[in-house]
């Protein structure tokens, strides 16, 4: 029997530790979550008492700065009662109480995210597309920002890749999200015809621009990265590697259409990256093959005959996202069929 006032070894204090951390914040991130969601519960109620009252008894926007200066007197100047803050709260309840599916993916996120979604996303189905994206992959305030400003909702429902069939199903949902179908890199200055070490050169010369229209989570290894097979050297453009996928990022830059041949030749090297660079704990390598342009017809033909995890996107140098994406969105149906497998895992608020 051990001495009550002995000194455990370093190595089982340390076990012990960690396992008394790991409850600590466990329990910490579970009481967070339960107060979100009874703050999230309180701001719907407050907003539909304002609503409904403001409808049946015909009051007017003044009401609202009324109560905005008396509950701040009751409950503190930071207390949340600002009258935008009142606004936000009656345009939620307006906005979500004929949604149902919305109302307790709302309650995942804090606040500050779900004002961002109802202020710049425009319908039902793109409100859910960032409502899901946020809780399940766990953007910030400032992620989300970005990627409703890249169109992500767009993008990522028009992206042509083979994960379906080559990755699995957890997987998958994840490396769709990471693949844009259209890249921006208006911070480029180039002119309108480059070249593909142009093109390189500069995506390198404005590397942390790169990264963050790539998306989250995307980290730079390498350009021109070498791989050596059967006595040949053979160059990946850009390497890349995906924090949360724990996958290596291969990506061919092509300044013309994209040709079938260019799958062949990303189904080489990431099977060269699987065999000869990944390591234990990673999973394997993803490629994108990025083009000025694409027929999708062609990509689908040919991405229909690899085992590899490749995605085919198109990149320009303007802003504006190409008008024909409007056209090519799936219908309604479509759209919500592809959202309702996003099951919410423990994720931040």
Known sequence: MAEANSIPSESHYGSFLSTLKSR??????????????????????????????????????????????????????????????????????????????????????????????????????????????????????????????GKTFEKYLLNQTSFDTALSKAVASQAKLAVKDHYTFAFLELAEAHEERELEAALLGKVRNFLLEMGPHYTFVGNQYRLTVGGSDFFIDLLLYHRVLK?????????????????????????????????????????IIVCKSKNR???????????????????????RLPEAYRKLLPTEQEIAERLKDWHLPDTEC
Request: aromatic letters at 12%; charged letters at 25%.
């Open 297 to 319: 017809t062609v990509v689908e033909y040919a991405l229909k005959t690899t085992t590899m995890p490749i995605g085919v996107s198109t990149y320009g140098t303007s802003s």
């Open 24 to 149: 600590i914040h466990s329990a910490q991130f579970k009481a967070l979550r339960a107060v979100n969601k009874e703050l999230i519960a309180l701001y719907w109620d407050l907003g539909k008492l304002i609503e409904e009252r403001q409808i049946a008894d015909g009051w007017g926007k003044g009401v609202v700065e009324k109560l905005s200066r008396d509950l701040r007197a009751e409950f503190g100047e930071k207390s949340g009662y600002s009258v935008r803050n009142l606004w936000y709260m009656r345009i939620f309840y307006r906005e979500y109480k004929d949604m149902p599916i919305l109302q307790p993916l709302a309650a995942e996120l804090a606040w500050t995210k779900n004002t961002l979604i109802l202020d710049r996303c425009q319908n039902a189905q793109e409100r859910e597309f960032y409502l899901r994206a946020t809780a399940r992959f766990g953007w910030t305030r400032r992620v989300l920002d970005h990627q409703i400003d």
């Open 247 to 287: 996958s290596l990022i291969a990506i061919e830059l092509k300044v013309g259409e994209f040709q079938p041949e260019y799958k062949g030749k990303m189904d080489f090297y990431l099977f060269a990256l699987n065999e000869q660079v990944k390591v234990d704990g990673e999973n394997d390598a993803i490629g």
